[in-house]
């Protein structure tokens, strides 16, 4: 058992992830950063759970947290984020959409001290598979919490949001589902912390592919942004 406490955690959520799993492993593992990944299988039925399992065999560094159901992102980010010993923790989705290789800008502002809280934005980075109105609801679901929140960011939604643990710890997060997204966002800013963001690399997937964000995830996000302005 590893007993120092590594820089980094980096929780993956995991769903029927089996034939992108090796591959955004080996990527996470060859980023030169002090850390470890928490993955948590959300009840998948493709053997995501067994390539988990073999993988952590090999590497003490991967903790395997299994769902006995599906419970949905946010809940996957709850469990890992209990079990997280870095220092700074890192969502990770278990695609190949975003590329670990930007950890290393992610962290920089966190390490130097000029933030708390980094976002890797999509749309100020180089960026091909997204969809024109995938891309429109991102930045109408940013747009508004710019308005609802008095600030200044271009990517609400992205994955990479990276921040100091006890930060992410102290938000109590809620959400079972993608709602996660803005209730991390929401509550970072009415905590009074400032978002930087650096631009990070996305190869979106195709809807052949699976798990674009849907129309009625939108409206969510929406009530989400607005239940953290007013009753937070």
Request: proline letters at 4%.
């Amino acid at each position: 058992m590893i007993q120092e406490r590594p820089l980094l955690s980096v929780i993956m959520p995991c769903y029927n992830e089996a034939a992108t799993l090796p591959s955004i492993l080996a990527k996470v593992w060859e980023i030169n950063i002090d850390k470890e990944i928490v993955a948590v299988d959300d009840y998948s039925s493709d053997g995501t759970l067994d390539v988990l399992r073999a993988e952590a065999a090999r590497n003490p560094r991967l903790t395997v947290i299994s769902h006995p159901e599906n419970r949905g992102k946010g809940a996957a980010v709850r469990s890992g984020l209990a079990h997280a010993r870095g220092t700074i923790t890192i969502i990770q989705d278990a695609d190949l959409e975003y590329d670990p290789e930007d950890y290393y800008e992610l962290v920089k502002p966190i390490l130097t001290g000029r933030v708390d809280v980094v976002y890797g934005s999509r749309f100020m980075g180089s960026h091909t598979g997204m969809y024109f109105w995938n891309a429109i609801g991102n930045k109408a679901l940013t747009f508004l919490t710019n308005f609802l929140f008095n600030c200044w960011i271009s990517d609400m939604e992205t994955c990479y949001k990276v921040m100091r643990t006890e930060i992410i710890r102290s938000l109590n997060l809620e959400s079972n589902d993608f709602r996660l997204e803005p209730e991390i966002t929401a509550k970072v800013l009415r905590h009074g912390h400032r978002i930087y963001e650096v631009p990070v690399s996305y190869l979106g997937r195709t809807y052949e592919e699976g798990k674009k964000m849907k129309p009625s995830q939108g409206f969510y996000a929406i009530l989400a942004l607005f239940k953290y302005r007013l009753w937070l």
